[in-house]
């Protein structure tokens, strides 16, 4: 069974901060990785995707992979409070579905 | 908005009914998935469709819950005799085209069974 698993949280960072998002995935073999953002009562929002080891940078945010260590973050620069929401890491599955952890809520305080 | 399209967006029924949700994808999208989330859970997967054609199943998709995307466009998740246990948000998702790796989200249908 492929798992992926991620902190819970609470995260709290104050406003301007560098937020460092964490995920471990089980499946050696998974390929592709996605970060979504849910705010409260919403579906989830996609933020960015990655492929390859390395980081990848989009605006205040960048992916990292690291598949030797099964482990994949994302870290939003400049947090604003608008950045309060509950993070999903996803895996993508053998059939296209994705597999999500539980998601770490984070707080950015003014 | 991301294009696809949910509805009804809430749902309230009593235990032993039967409901319906329906999802439009992105129109050039021919990858249709469902989800179910819990409170405190991440989304989890329940079906998908490639085109018209129904191509996995979870084990979560219990006898009860049936879906289907007639002329692989819109997608119907029907659950019969619905438990209080069902309560959740089902949401949808599609993907194809370019980015055909990337799931794009709807809004979801909340469900509530009473």
């Known amino acids: 069974q492929k798992e992926v698993e991620q902190n819970s949280g609470p995260l709290s960072v104050p406003e301007g901060a560098i937020a460092s998002l964490n995920c471990t995935y089980s499946?050696?073999?998974?390929?592709?990785f996605f970060w979504y953002r849910q705010y409260s009562g919403k579906s989830p929002e996609l933020i960015m995707f990655i492929y390859s080891n390395g980081d990848k940078e989009d605006g205040r945010f960048t992916a990292q992979l690291n598949k030797a260590s099964q482990y994949v973050s994302l870290l939003i620069r400049d947090s604003q409070p608008s950045d309060s929401a509950t993070y999903l890491c996803a895996v993508k599955g053998s059939q296209g579905n994705l597999i999500f952890g539980k998601g770490t809520k984070l707080s950015v305080k003014p | 908005d991301t294009g696809v399209s949910q509805d009804p967006r809430h749902k309230i029924t009593k235990r032993g009914q039967n409901v319906t949700f329906r999802c439009d994808p992105i129109s050039e999208h021919n990858r249709l998935y469902w989800y179910r989330q819990t409170l405190g859970q991440g989304p989890e997967f329940l079906t998908y469709?490639?085109?018209?054609?129904?191509?996995?199943k979870s084990r979560l998709l219990s006898d009860r819950f049936s879906a289907e995307r007639p002329k692989g466009s819109f997608s119907t998740l029907e659950i019969q005799r619905t438990e209080q246990g069902d309560s959740a948000m089902y949401l949808c998702a599609s993907s194809g085209g370019i980015k055909k790796g990337t799931q794009y989200f709807g809004p979801g249908t909340r469900l509530t069974v009473l």
């Open positions: 469709f490639q085109n018209e054609a129904q191509l996995e």
């Open positions: 499946d050696r073999g998974s390929q592709s």
